[in-house]
């Protein structure tokens, strides 16, 4: 049986939003023709990653559904906002 890459799975999602290094890595093997995934750049260093901060933000910010589930904790969507200072 063969096993779903890491970035669908609780392995390779961070905890605190988005996902980990082996998430990435994953992904990057999964999609060889895509330019590959880069960690989150809340406090941006350059303007390259100043840009991709303010892209995502926008990008994810307008998506679609609720901050918090029904128990009242923050969905993935929160949590990435949130990992990247959005």
Known sequence: MAKTPAWTRKEG?????????????????ANPGKPGLKPPAPNPKTKADAGRRASFCARMGGMPGPMKDEKGKPTRKALSLKAWNC
Request: no cysteine; glycine share 18%; proline share 6%.
């Open 13 to 29: 999602k961070d905890p605190k939003g988005g996902l980990n290094a082996a998430g990435r890595a994953s992904y990057n093997k």
